[in-house]
């Protein structure tokens, strides 16, 4: 697919000319809305026009693109962003570019050529990249260039003032690519080698012509695309080549010893192997870098008092030290409950009178009443919500900096519906990623003497990594991937736009979930839903479609957090039935904005096919490219029999089931507007294999409308029977409905007339 830059508004200063100029009109081709600053400077940084901003701003506008001019100086950073959020809302992208020259050999460098070289390239990308951080933050999006050059990187005679600065870019980019990370602002600088007028006096003119900037615009457009994750790289590139740079380090040398002072000789003896390239490391990042420093103290200074061995060592560089933190317990928690809780999760994850085979959970006088298998999370985080991690030793980190990675529960009997449990968390291991640590904290939560469950929360600290520690841990409970088959199920459900509001009050309050401007703080959009929210949707699913919603039949689950869910979205569990097990994945589709766009849309979960989609009145198969948010993750059930899978057509999903949940869907958004046309009360009697399956009521006369499962109970002005399969052929438009009541497929019953009204109710997208 072509990358495109629709709905981006791009930034590219300098973009007057030479490379700018390219780079600017090369987004507004793919999309992008371009905001084209330039001073109009001559190559030394004086003068000032308006002609070159406005030249390519009409060039862009003439080939139909979107483009304003800003002629303001990269030094006044403030105002260049504010062209972009005046013109048009919003600023997504940075290409740093703008540049003078002022060469002189070092003897001859004034004051003014190094102050006006620094003004333009460093403090100028700093003005301008600062003024717009916050607007990248708060959107989670942003994609930052910083423009070096091989003078910088290798230095070049006569350029001490340009190549300081330039160099300085990388320095700058590398630490916004750190800082940016958590929010989704990605920071790569480029060193290109291009024709312009600034490579003029350097270049023979047939390689001014021939090394042109349309040869470099396509990698700063990729290194600016959503899609594009890199991040606090280097790249060099000319001529339609691209290469990638980064540090080498020797194994150098330790030229002191223990106890004894360190003399210039002893550098001098080692300096040939201080300076051998042979199995040269590439540290990546500070931690890295000070790790192997650090280690050297406890080589030479052993009961020194500054660290013993190298994974205390590193401790000292990362604030981790998986010595002191493992076997660590935090304080025991309590959690006692009744009913009200196990039903209160309930609904948190989506379970809902609707489906009446929900009723067991979400109601204390049932006589199967029970609660759901994996509530058995909430009583064992009451101990993590406390903030216990932080204050276990060896775990001296940023703990705002946590994410939930992965979550395994395991019961070993059904949870009682209230009562008094205790939990037990105790740190397995602390792992060492590179890019962050993970804690593994094992939970076991105990009914008086008596294990109930087990839990192990994965938690990921962003940062934290790099202390030397093992990357696996026999005491992980891995995530396993699915089977490379189709999924044996699919169930799909719809989140509401309140379901983290709801879920928080089962006793996860992070305001992550709540509170927009904490949400933002985090870079995300909007509140987020709660990970564990959606592992107990698919759950349920799980529950429901391999062991008839029992309980007792759940033995554990094992789900890797790979995406946020954004409340409101629709949840698609993809299900394989191997043996026991019943992995999973979960997807996030698009369903829900579909469906505020007024569209009618069905989804149709079908046994041993895949999902399909119905827009309009034609099936579309639902893109496989929906993002996947759950994954690894699976569900070991208690002697799951081949009952799940056989029984499944025969006596649970109806394939008519999800159109009702839709169709009841579009009452709740415009029964009034429904029951003002249609006034009338169908009933609807759907069969399978002849005999009566679902009964669905569909009130369109009485209040604002509704919809229910179940009889009419004699209010129906008519009744309309169909078989399961008869239906979704009539709803997908492939059986003519008059047909299907002349040939006795369609049953009427009451006023007939009436029946024309179905129209009304599923317009013309499903041909009723
Ligand atoms: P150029 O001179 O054609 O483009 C630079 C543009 O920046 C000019 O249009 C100029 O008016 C504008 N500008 C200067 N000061 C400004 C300010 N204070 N505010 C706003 N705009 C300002 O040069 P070229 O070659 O296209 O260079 C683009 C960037 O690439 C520069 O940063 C340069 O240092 C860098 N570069 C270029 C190389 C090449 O081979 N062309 C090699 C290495 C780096």
């Given at each position: ?5 629709e709905?981006r508004?791009?930034l ?10 390219e ?14 600053n ?7 940084g ?14 862009i ?11 303001d100086s990269?030094?006044d950073?403030?105002k260049?962003?504010?062209?972009a959020?005046?013109?048009f ?12 020259l ?19 390239h ?34 070049n ?8 600065a ?9 630490t ?12 790569n ?17 047939e ?9 470099i615009a396509?990698?700063v ?7 594009c ?21 020797s ?25 051998d ?18 280690s ?10 500054v660290?013993?061995?190298p ?14 933190a ?49 509530f ?7 101990a ?15 703990f705002?900096?946590v ?47 008596q294990?109930i469950?087990?839990n192990?929360?994965s938690?990921?600290v ?5 202390f030397?520690g093992?990357r ?8 396993v ?15 509401t ?9 089962s ?24 990970g ?30 790979v ?6 979205q ?6 394989w ?86 169709i ?29 399956a679902a ?39 492939r059986?003519?409905?008059q ?11 009451g006023?007939?007339m ?15």
């Amino acid at each position: 697919m072509s990358l495109s830059f629709e709905g981006r508004v791009a930034l590219v200063t300098g973009s007057g000319g030479g490379l700018g100029r390219e780079y600017a009109l090369a987004f507004a081709e793919r999309g992008a809305s371009v905001v084209v600053n330039d001073l109009g400077a001559d190559t030394k940084g004086g003068g000032k026009s308006s002609a070159a901003a406005d030249k390519v701003v009409e060039e862009i506008r003439a080939k139909g693109g979107k483009a304003v001019a800003n002629y303001d100086s990269v030094e006044d950073g403030e105002k260049v962003i504010q062209s972009a959020l005046d013109a048009f809302g919003r600023i997504d992208i940075v290409v740093n570019n703008a540049g003078i020259l002022r060469d002189r050999s070092f003897a001859r460098t004034s004051d003014l050529d190094w102050d006006l070289i620094h003004r333009v390239h460093l403090r100028g990308s700093f003005s301008v990249t600062r003024a717009a951080w916050n607007h990248m933050k708060n959107q989670a999006f942003g994609r930052i260039i910083m423009t070096t050059s091989a003078a910088g990187i290798y230095g070049n005679f006569g350029q001490a003032n340009y190549s300081a600065a330039k160099l300085g870019l990388l320095g700058l980019a590398n630490t916004l690519a750190i800082e940016g990370l958590r929010y989704n602002i990605r920071c790569n600088t480029i060193a290109p080698v291009a024709g312009s007028r600034l490579t003029e006096t350097v270049m023979t003119p047939e390689l001014v012509a021939s090394l042109k900037p349309e040869y470099i615009a396509p990698m700063v457009l990729w290194l600016c695309h959503e899609q594009c994750q890199e991040n606090g790289a280097l790249f060099e590139a000319g001529a339609g080549w691209i290469g990638k740079l980064r540090w080498e380090r020797s194994q150098g040398s330790i030229v002191r010893q223990k106890n004894q002072p360190m003399t210039p000789e002893a550098v001098r003896d080692q300096w040939d192997k201080i300076c051998d390239f042979t199995d040269a490391t590439k540290p990546k990042s500070v931690q890295e870098s000070l790790l192997s420093i650090v280690s050297v103290l406890s080589g030479l200074d052993s009961g020194g008092g500054v660290g013993a061995t190298p994974t205390a060592a590193a401790a000292l560089a990362s604030g981790v030290n998986p010595a002191e933190a493992v076997g660590q317990k935090l304080p025991p928690s309590t959690f006692t409950f009744t009913p009200a809780q196990c039903i209160l999760y309930a609904l948190g994850v989506g379970m809902s009178t609707k489906d009446p085979d929900h009723l067991r959970f979400l109601y204390e006088g049932h006589e199967d009443f029970s609660c759901l298998p994996t509530f058995g999370v909430i009583p064992s985080q009451a101990a993590m919500m406390d903030g216990g991690l932080s204050s276990i030793p060896g775990l001296n980190i940023d703990f705002t900096q946590v994410l939930h990675g992965e979550q395994y529960l395991e019961l070993y009997k059904p949870l009682p519906t209230s009562g008094t449990l205790t939990s037990e968390a105790t740190v397995a291991d602390v792992l060492d990623k590179g890019s962050g640590a993970v804690i593994l904290l094992d939970v076991k939560t105990f009914s008086g003497d008596q294990l109930i469950c087990f839990n192990q929360f994965s938690v990921f600290v962003v940062g934290a990594g790099g202390f030397g520690g093992r990357r696996t841990s026999d005491n992980a409970k891995a995530a396993v991937p699915p089977p490379k088959r189709a999924p044996d199920v699919v169930a799909i459900d719809s989140t509401t736009r309140d379901q983290a509001a709801l879920y928080r009050l089962s006793g996860d309050w992070n305001p992550l979930h709540i509170d927009p401007s904490f949400a933002a703080m985090g870079g995300f959009k909007a509140p987020i839903l709660h990970g564990l929210c959606s592992f107990g949707f698919a759950a349920r699913h799980v529950l429901k479609h391999f062991a008839a919603n029992d309980p007792s039949r759940f033995k554990a689950i094992k789900v890797r957090f790979v995406k946020p869910v954004m409340p409101g979205q629709s949840l698609q569990t993809e299900m394989w039935k191997e043996g026991n097990r019943i992995h999973l994945q979960c997807k996030v589709s698009t369903d829900g904005h579909k469906r505020a766009n007024g569209h009618f849309s069905a989804l149709l979960c079908v046994q041993g096919m895949s999902c399909m989609r119905l827009i309009g009145s034609s099936l579309v198969q639902v893109k496989e490219t929906d993002a996947v948010v759950l994954a690894g993750a699976y569900v070991d059930l208690h002697g799951a029999s081949e009952a799940s899978l056989g029984n499944l057509t025969q006596h649970g999903a109806l394939q008519s089931e999800l159109v009702f949940a839709e169709i009841g869907r579009r009452i709740k958004d415009s029964g009034s507007e429904l029951v003002r046309k249609v006034n009338a009360v169908f009933a609807w009697e759907i069969t399978k294999d002849s005999r009566s399956a679902a009964e669905w009521t569909m009130d369109l006369k009485n209040g604002s409308g509704s919809l229910h499962r179940g009889p009419a109970g004699g209010k129906a002005d008519v009744t309309i029977t169909v078989s399961d399969e008869d239906f979704m052929e009539v709803v997908q438009g492939r059986l003519n409905p008059q047909k299907a009541f002349f040939s006795g497929k369609l049953k009427v019953r009451g006023n007939i007339m009436l029946s024309q009204k179905l129209e009304v109710i599923l317009k013309d997208h499903a041909k009723l």
